[in-house]
């Protein structure tokens, strides 16, 4: 299954530890407000990074997985 854009349901799998893998995208922009990716998690999460592919407009992927 894969999640796009909601925080409070990737919250919620991460503290059932039920994802095996996170995928995140970076974006060269920086807002001036937001929602935290991953607000709301209740307990910290140990991520060993897997992957990064960088692509020409700068948009960085980190690929993780849970230890």
Do not use: H, W
Request: glycine letters at 8%; proline letters at 6%.
């Amino acid at each position: 299954m894969t999640v796009l854009g909601s925080g409070s349901i990737v919250s919620q799998f991460a503290d059932a530890g039920l994802i095996d893998t996170y995928r995140i995208m970076t974006d060269p922009v920086v807002i001036a407000s937001g929602t935290p990716i991953f607000n709301g998690i209740k307990k910290p999460l140990n991520l060993q990074l897997t992957d990064t592919k960088t692509f020409k407009s700068g948009v960085i992927l980190a690929t993780y997985k849970p230890l």
